[in-house]
């Protein structure tokens, strides 16, 4: 059984393995210090970007444990990693939403939490709207880090779909 420790940094929860081949071995330690240090130093701005595009303090929740793919610590902070294929697109939707105050309110009013996360067996290479989900008032994202970095358009898309379906 896999643990988890929730860690609060301002409005957004990380959630950061226990028990996993990350947390155990298997290059284990420079993955732990580069979720430290993205969570540190590049997550903040880019989660108040985020914020800023919806017009309110949302809640994100980062999976660090599903994102944080094995080998791949030196990436993390590079932008190809998740800044570009998954976080600006999600701002870039989020902005086109809040655009007019129709948008801006329906965002408040349905929108509780967004939850970027990267599950392998269901993640989609190319149909990106099959990887975004809105249930409940919270919008998630499964999508793999570091993947097709330029289709920032057709990602962009599909989470405005989605949103606007379900605002």
Partial sequence: MSLVRPVL????????????????????????????????????????????????SVPVTLDLKSLALP????????????????????IRALSA????????QALKDRLTSIVITYDEASAPSSNY?????????????NWKPFTNVDDLDPRVKAITTVLEANL
């Fill in 9 to 56: 940094l301002a409005s957004t929860l990380l959630v950061l393995p226990m028990s996993n081949a990350l947390a155990q071995g298997d290059g284990g330690l420079a993955e732990r210090r580069a979720i430290a240090a993205y969570s540190k130093d590049v997550w903040p701005p880019l989660e108040r970007a985020i914020q800023d595009a919806a017009g309110f």
């Fill in 71 to 90: 080998g791949s610590a030196e990436n993390y902070a590079n932008d190809d990693y998740l800044r570009k294929p998954i976080i600006d697109p999600l």
């Fill in 97 to 104: 939403i809040s655009s007019d105050d129709i948008g801006k």
């Fill in 129 to 141: 709207q099959e990887g975004v989900g809105f249930s409940a008032g919270v919008l998630t994202l």
